[in-house]
C-alpha cells in the first residue's frame, strides 16, 4: 500500500505537474525553433507574441462570456481561441511586413534580427499592457477539476489524494492533437516539406522553384497557432500576467535550444526534459521516502536538491551545459 | 528642461541616473562596438555591482559571523579545493570520456558537501535578528570603494562567462548571457546569508553628506541664504522670511546632496570617457576593430582572437560593475527584486544601438538620451493624450483607460525609437567615425 503511495504522489506532485509544464513550453519552443530555422534569427519576442495572442483570446473570452455562451464543462476560452489565433496571426504579419521583411531582403545577420525583435519585444509589451493591462488575470471557467483529490482518496482508500485538473487534461490533449498535425503537416505535405527544403538550404530551395513569400507566410501562420494556444493553455492553466509571458520567453528559449535548434521534434522533447528536471531537482522527496523506505531509515530533512527559489536557473543551467558540450543540441539541430 | 517645468530636484535625479546609464552603456558599448561582442547579461554585471556595494559598506554583523561564520568559510574553502581538484584533472589527463565523467562527479558530489556543511551555517546565520540583519554583513568600508570592487567582481564573472560562452554564435551568446545573468540573480536572491535576498539591505552609507546634519550647518544655511538672496529680501515679514529660508534649505539640502552624486558621477564618466577614448585610438583599438571586422583575417595576422575576446568582455563587464556600484550608493538600498532583464539589459542595449555603437560619445548621448525619454515618456504621452482627445469628457471609457495606462507607453516610445534607429539609422545618432592617419 505503501508503495501505491509513494507513486500517487509522485503522479500527483511531479509526473501531471510537469507534463502539463513541458506541454506548454514545447508549444513555445516549437515556434521558437520554426522562426529559428525559416527566418533564421532568434526571436526575443517570443513570450510577449504570446501574451498577445492570449490577451485577443482573453478578450474575446469576455466577449463570450457578455453574450452568454458558454461551453458547459468545458472553458469559454476554447471557443475565443480560434479568433484569437486569427488576431496573432494579422498582428506577425503586420509586424512582418513593416518590421522583419525590409531586413529580410537586405540580408542581415541575425544578430541585426535579434535586435529588432527586441524593439518588437518592447512594442508587443506596451501594447498587450496598455489594452489589457499589467495585472493578473484568470479567465478560466467552467469544471476545475476532473479528480479531486478528496474524492480519489474516498475512492481508493488511499493516505495520498490525485487531482486531475481539467487544463491540466486539457493542456496534454490539446498539445498532443496540436503537434502531432503540425508534424504530419511538416512531413507530409507539399508546403511542410518545402519549408523543410527551405530551412535547410535556402539557396538550393529558391532554385528549385519554393516560393519564399508563401514560405514565410505559412511560417507565420503556424507560429501564430502554437504561440496563441500555448499562450491560452498556459494561462488557463495558471494566470495570465504580461510579465511572466515575458519570463517564460527564457525555459522556452531553453528549451528550443536543449532540443537542437531548428528541429521542431527536437523542441519539443527539449520542452519535457526542461521541464521535467525544473520540477524533479526541486522537489522536496522526504514524504516519498517516508513510504519507500522503512521507519528507521527515515529521513529528517526534506530531501531537496535545490531550493524552489532556483527552478528557472536549473533550466538554465541545463542550456549552459547543452551549449558547451553539445551545441547543436540533443537531438541534432543546426550546427554553429 | 525638466528643472524649469517640474523641480530642480527631479532634474537632478534624472540627470544621476542618466550618468549611471552612461556608464553602463559605455560598457555594453566597449563590447558591441569596439569588439562586435553580444552581452545581454548587463543586469547581472550590475546586480553584482550592487552586491559589491553591500559587501563593502555596511558593518560586519559580529553575531552572525560567530554562527555561521566557521561553516560558510569551510564552504567556501571546499570550493577552492574542488576547483583545483578540476584543474589539476584537467591538466594530468588526456581528454576522454571518463575524465569527462569524473569531472561531473566531482562537481555533483562537491555540490551536496557543501550543501550539507553550509546548511546548519546558513540557517544559523539566518536566524540572527532576521527583522534587521539575517546576514553576514559586509566590511564596514567607505561605499567609494565598493565601485572598484564591484568592477572586479563582475570581470570576475565574466571571465567565468566568457570562458564558458565566448566561443558561441553571436546570438546564442545573447541567449546564454542572457540566462547566466537571470542565474545570477536568482542566486543573489536567494542566498539571504550574503545578500538578505528579497528582504533587501536599506541605509547604505553614503559618500556625500545626509540632508538633515546640512539642515543644521550654518555655512549651508548661508549659502542658501546668499543665493536666494533676491527672493528672500522682497519677503517684508521677519517671521515669514525665516520660513521662507527654512524651506529653501530643505530644498537645497536635497538638491546639494544630489549635485554631490553628479559631481562624483561625472569624474568616472570623464575618466572611463577619457580613457576609451585613448583606447579606441591606439594600436589596441585597432586590433579590436580588426578582429570585429574580420575575425579570420585578424587570426591569420598572429593575433589571438579568443584572448582578446575575453579581454574586452572583462573590460565591458567590469565598466558595468562600477555602474552598478554606482547605482545602489546612489539610491543607498540594495533591491535584489528590482533588478529585471527590462531595465537593466534591454534597456541598455537601447541605449547602446540608439547613441551609436562604436563611439564613445554616442553610448554617452545613448545612456541620456534614452533614459531622459524612459522617464518622461509618461509625461508626455499624458499630455498628449489630453492633447488629442480634448473634445471627449472626461467620462469617456477609452480616455480613462488610456490615461490610466499611460505608464506603458514608454515601452511603446522605446521599441519604436529602436526600430526607427535601426531602420533609417543603423550605425545610431552618433555613427562611429574611424580617422585614419
Given at each position: 500500500m505503501d508503495f501505491v503511495n509513494a507513486i500517487i504522489l509522485l503522479l500527483n506532485y511531479i509526473f501531471i505537474p510537469a507534463l502539463t509544464y513541458g506541454s506548454q513550453l514545447a508549444l513555445g519552443a516549437i515556434f521558437v525553433t520554426l522562426i529559428y530555422g525559416i527566418l533564421r534569427f532568434a526571436n526575443f519576442a517570443t513570450g510577449?507574441?504570446?501574451?498577445?495572442?492570449?490577451?485577443?483570446?482573453?478578450?474575446?473570452?469576455?466577449?463570450?462570456?457578455?453574450?452568454?455562451?458558454?461551453?458547459?464543462?468545458?472553458?469559454?476560452?476554447l471557443l475565443a481561441i480560434p479568433f484569437g489565433i486569427i488576431f496573432m496571426i494579422l498582428y506577425m504579419l503586420l509586424i512582418d511586413k513593416f518590421v522583419f521583411k525590409y531586413y529580410r531582403h537586405q540580408k542581415s545577420p541575425p544578430v541585426q534580427f535579434a535586435m529588432v525583435s527586441i524593439g518588437v519585444m518592447f512594442v508587443t509589451q506596451a501594447v498587450v499592457r496598455i489594452i489589457i493591462g499589467p495585472g493578473d488575470r484568470r479567465f478560466f471557467d467552467g469544471e476545475k477539476f476532473i479528480i479531486k483529490a478528496r474524492e480519489f482518496k474516498e475512492m481508493t482508500g488511499l493516505n495520498e489524494g490525485l487531482a486531475l485538473k481539467s487544463t491540466q487534461v486539457l493542456t496534454i490533449f490539446v498539445t498532443i492533437v496540436l503537434v502531432s498535425l503540425l508534424f504530419w503537416f511538416l512531413?507530409?505535405?507539399?508546403?511542410?516539406?518545402?519549408?523543410?527544403?527551405?530551412?535547410?538550404?535556402?539557396?538550393?530551395?529558391?532554385?528549385?522553384?519554393?516560393?519564399?513569400?508563401?514560405i514565410v507566410l505559412v511560417t507565420w501562420v503556424i507560429a501564430g497557432i502554437l504561440a496563441t494556444i500555448g499562450g491560452a493553455l498556459y494561462g488557463l492553466d495558471k494566470s495570465f500576467k504580461p510579465f511572466t509571458y515575458f519570463n517564460n520567453m527564457l525555459p522556452i528559449f531553453a528549451a528550443a535550444?536543449?532540443?537542437?535548434?531548428?528541429?521542431?521534434?527536437?523542441?519539443?522533447?527539449?520542452?519535457?526534459?526542461?521541464?521535467?528536471?525544473?520540477?524533479?531537482?526541486?522537489?522536496?522527496?522526504?514524504?516519498?521516502?517516508?513510504?519507500?523506505?522503512?521507519?528507521?531509515?527515515?529521513?529528517?530533512?526534506?530531501?531537496?536538491?535545490?531550493?524552489?527559489?532556483?527552478?528557472?536557473?536549473?533550466?538554465?543551467?541545463?542550456?549552459v551545459i547543452v551549449l558547451i558540450y553539445r551545441p547543436s543540441g540533443i537531438f541534432k539541430g543546426k550546427v554553429l | 528642461m525638466v528643472g524649469?517645468?517640474?523641480?530642480?530636484?527631479?532634474?537632478?535625479?534624472?540627470?544621476?541616473?542618466?550618468?549611471?546609464?552612461?556608464?553602463?552603456?559605455?560598457?555594453?558599448?566597449?563590447?558591441?562596438?569596439?569588439?562586435?561582442?553580444?552581452?545581454?547579461?548587463?543586469?547581472?554585471?550590475?546586480?553584482?555591482?550592487?552586491?559589491?556595494?553591500?559587501?563593502?559598506?555596511?558593518?560586519?554583523v559580529q553575531e552572525a559571523w560567530r554562527a555561521g561564520g566557521f561553516d560558510i568559510l569551510m564552504s567556501l574553502w571546499l570550493i577552492v579545493v574542488m576547483v583545483l581538484v578540476i584543474r589539476f584533472i584537467l591538466k594530468r589527463f588526456e581528454k576522454s570520456k571518463i575524465r569527462t565523467y569524473s569531472i561531473a562527479a566531482i562537481i555533483i558530489s562537491g555540490i551536496l558537501l557543501i550543501r550539507f556543511s553550509a546548511e546548519p551555517g546558513i540557517e544559523a546565520i539566518e536566524a540572527v535578528d532576521p527583522a534587521k540583519t539575517g546576514f553576514l554583513g559586509g566590511f564596514g568600508l567607505p561605499i567609494i570603494f565598493s565601485w572598484?570592487?564591484?568592477?572586479?567582481?563582475?570581470?570576475?564573472?565574466?571571465?567565468?562567462?566568457?570562458?564558458?560562452?565566448?566561443?558561441?554564435?553571436?546570438?546564442?551568446?545573447?541567449?546564454?548571457?542572457?540566462?547566466?545573468?537571470?542565474?545570477?540573480?536568482?542566486?543573489?536572491?536567494?542566498?539571504?546569508?550574503?545578500?538578505?535576498?528579497?528582504?533587501?539591505?536599506?541605509?547604505?552609507?553614503?559618500?556625500?553628506?545626509?540632508?538633515?546634519?546640512?539642515?543644521?550647518?550654518?555655512?549651508?544655511?548661508?549659502?542658501?541664504?546668499?543665493?536666494?538672496?533676491?527672493?528672500?529680501?522682497?519677503?517684508?515679514?521677519?517671521?515669514?522670511?525665516?520660513?521662507?529660508?527654512?524651506?529653501?534649505?530643505?530644498e537645497g539640502s536635497s538638491v546639494f546632496v544630489k549635485l554631490c552624486y553628479s559631481g562624483l558621477f561625472l569624474v568616472v564618466v570623464i575618466i572611463l570617457l577619457i580613457l576609451t577614448q585613448k583606447a579606441l585610438y591606439s594600436p589596441w583599438g585597432r586590433m579590436m576593430r580588426a578582429i570585429r571586422d574580420n575575425e579570420e583575417a585578424a587570426n591569420a595576422m598572429g593575433k589571438n582572437v579568443v584572448k582578446q575576446h575575453l579581454l574586452i568582455f572583462i573590460l565591458g563587464s567590469a565598466i558595468v560593475g562600477v555602474a552598478g556600484a554606482m547605482l545602489v550608493t546612489q539610491d543607498g538600498l540594495f533591491t535584489p527584486g528590482s533588478y529585471r532583464p527590462m531595465r537593466y539589459t534591454f534597456l541598455i542595449?537601447?541605449?547602446?544601438?540608439?547613441?551609436?555603437?562604436?563611439?564613445?560619445?554616442?553610448?554617452?548621448?545613448?545612456?541620456?538620451?534614452?533614459?531622459?525619454?524612459?522617464?518622461?515618456?509618461?509625461?508626455?504621452?499624458l499630455f498628449l493624450i489630453n492633447f488629442f482627445t480634448a473634445g471627449i469628457p472626461e467620462t469617456n471609457a477609452l480616455k480613462a483607460h488610456l490615461i490610466e495606462s499611460v505608464p506603458y507607453f514608454r515601452f511603446l516610445l522605446m521599441g519604436l525609437g529602436l526600430l526607427f534607429?535601426?531602420?533609417?539609422?543603423?550605425?545610431?545618432?552618433?555613427?562611429e567615425k574611424i580617422e585614419i592617419k
Open positions: 510577449d507574441m504570446m501574451s498577445f495572442g492570449t490577451m485577443a483570446t482573453i478578450l474575446f473570452t469576455w466577449y463570450f462570456q457578455s453574450l452568454g455562451v458558454s461551453l458547459g464543462v468545458l472553458p469559454t476560452a512531413n507530409r505535405t507539399k508546403t511542410g516539406k518545402s519549408m523543410k527544403a527551405y530551412s535547410d538550404n535556402e539557396d538550393l530551395a529558391l532554385l528549385s522553384g519554393i516560393d519564399p513569400k508563401k535550444i536543449v532540443g537542437g535548434i531548428g528541429n521542431p521534434f527536437g523542441a519539443f522533447l527539449g520542452g519535457y526534459v526542461i521541464a521535467f528536471s525544473e520540477i524533479l531537482l526541486t522537489y522536496a522527496y522526504k514524504k516519498f521516502f517516508m513510504y519507500v523506505l522503512p521507519e528507521s531509515m527515515e529521513p529528517n530533512s526534506l530531501v531537496q536538491l535545490l531550493s524552489t527559489d532556483y527552478k528557472f536557473a536549473v533550466s538554465f543551467s541545463i542550456l | 524649469i517645468f517640474q523641480s530642480w530636484n527631479i532634474a537632478l535625479s534624472i540627470f544621476n541616473l542618466c550618468l549611471i546609464s552612461a556608464v553602463m552603456t559605455m560598457g555594453a558599448n566597449i563590447q558591441w562596438g569596439y569588439a562586435g561582442l553580444i552581452n545581454f547579461g548587463i543586469m547581472g554585471y550590475t546586480a553584482l555591482g550592487g552586491l559589491a556595494a553591500v559587501l563593502i559598506s555596511v558593518d560586519p572598484i570592487v564591484g568592477a572586479l567582481f563582475a570581470g570576475g564573472l565574466a571571465f567565468i562567462v566568457g570562458k564558458v560562452a565566448l566561443g558561441l554564435r553571436a546570438d546564442y551568446l545573447a541567449i546564454a548571457t542572457l540566462l547566466i545573468s537571470e542565474i545570477v540573480i536568482a542566486i543573489i536572491k536567494h542566498e539571504d546569508w550574503l545578500t538578505r535576498g528579497v528582504k533587501n539591505v536599506i541605509g547604505l552609507k553614503r559618500p556625500a553628506p545626509y540632508e538633515v546634519d546640512l539642515q543644521t550647518t550654518d555655512w549651508f544655511i548661508k549659502l542658501v541664504e546668499k543665493f536666494n538672496a533676491g527672493k528672500l529680501s522682497v519677503i517684508e515679514n521677519l517671521a515669514d522670511r525665516q520660513a521662507a529660508l527654512n524651506q529653501l534649505v530643505i542595449w537601447v541605449m547602446v544601438i540608439v547613441g551609436g555603437s562604436g563611439n564613445n560619445f554616442g553610448a554617452i548621448l545613448g545612456g541620456f538620451v534614452v533614459w531622459f525619454l524612459w522617464i518622461e515618456a509618461a509625461p508626455i504621452s534607429i535601426m531602420r533609417y539609422r543603423p550605425k545610431g545618432i552618433l555613427p
